[in-house]
């Protein structure tokens, strides 16, 4: 099989592209997606939200190239032969890449390692994610935009949960650029029409030395099914991830949906749905 745009033997498929044009294709595409949605605008200060997996360090490596002065800021949760990996890579990346890395972690800020945390409790991905996000947010603090990894099978798949599960509210945060919310530095997204499989043939073409290793605790069982629901769909009708995600941005357009009002918590002043939010709700809960 030969490539669409050259006679050289294709390397993907859908498009027909050998390595160079793809290469090409896939930064391209990000960097439309950073322009039609206004996600970075010339002196913004960025963060990458880094895990040392194949999304986050795409978007690392393609700031830098094309924004200039980014930062990689990563948690570690403890989690041990999983996060201790992942990490290892990403110093090495930063290193490689001349990126400055901050490390944060559950152990030095919420007093305890996941690890440890489930020894008490069960529910690995609701308390681990609360933590990351109140950590990702409070570090992020003093930049302009957090960049996250989020590439378009995530983000069709979110948005399909908030569907099934009726969480409208939630179908804001599908976009590749979030709201501006006072105490929430805003997110963006510039993988989000970029699929999975695209990521992965980008970071295996690029070389980048990440692992494929999946976190242990891992429990998506909903988020698995309708990952099943949309892979099989895909095949038959192409696109379909890619008409949710342009769906959504649609209706979001014309629905103007009301983010409920923040209050800020009473213990750590950071933005809260209630007096106390729920990061230190479960700080509280582990002492
Ligand atoms: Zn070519
Ligand atoms: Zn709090």
Redesign the pocket.
Known sequence: ML??????K?VFLSPK?????FVDYFEKKVFDTIKKFNLLKKNDKVVVACSGGKDSTTVLYLLKKFHGNVVALAIDEGIRGYRDKTLLDLERFCKKHDIELRVHSFKDEVGKTLDRMLKQKNHPCSICGTFRRYLLNKHAKGFDKIATGHNMDDEAQAVLMNLLKGNTGLLWNSNPITRKVKGFVQKIKPLYFCSEKEVAAYVLLKSFEVGFIECPYMEESFRNKVRDVLNDDELKHKCSKLNILNKNLELLKKLDLKRKDFRYCSDCREPSQSRVCKTCQLIKSFK
Request: charged share 35%; with cysteine; glycine share 0%.
């Open positions: 490539c669409s745009k050259c006679k050289e294709a592209l050998c390595k160079n044009h």
